[in-house]
């Protein structure tokens, strides 16, 4: 009895190390900033997407003359904080709070086509980040070959 008492109290211990030390941060797997440490994620826990954005969803296909248009759309927009392949960068890296790791994002239940283009539009106003937001930048339809370029990444 007492080893399964024991062994209850380490699984969550070794689960979080792995995760990268829990809710705070640290190495592991979710890329060095642990779980929830991603400002935008802890702000659609706590509040929503934007009902404006919400149900959104990408009118364009994933052909090729769209993922290399939103390549390059994402190069000359985002690439300067969230890093060529989306693993963030230096300059990025020195915000506060740091630009986002946007690599392998697509595969989180929150990366919904209507979050993409809430972050993008209205990039950080609601977090009060440093990310501009882009929707009188950038066309709608660009936005949208982004979000099939970061779903590529």
């Known amino acids: ?12 211990v070794a689960a979080a190390a792995q995760m990268g030390g829990g809710m705070t941060g640290g190495g592991g797997m979710m890329g060095g ?18 009902p404006k954005y919400a149900r959104a969803r990408n009118p364009l296909e994933p052909s090729a003359a769209n993922l290399e248009a939103g390549g390059k759309l994402y190069r000359l927009n985002c690439a300067v904080c969230h890093g060529d392949s989306g693993l963030g960068n230096e300059a990025g890296q020195k915000l506060e709070p740091p630009a986002a790791r946007l690599a392998g994002l697509s595969r989180t239940p929150i990366a919904t086509d209507g979050f993409y283009d809430w972050t993008i539009s209205e990039g950080g106003v609601p977090l009060r980040s440093a990310m501009p937001p882009f929707k009188n930048v950038l066309k709608q339809e660009d936005i949208w070959k982004i979000v099939l370029y970061l779903r590529s990444l």
């Open 1 to 12: 009895m007492k080893k399964l008492a024991a062994l209850a109290l380490l699984v969550p």
């Open 33 to 50: 900033r642990g779980m929830m440490a991603n400002p935008r994620h802890a702000y659609v826990m706590r509040h929503g997407i934007d």
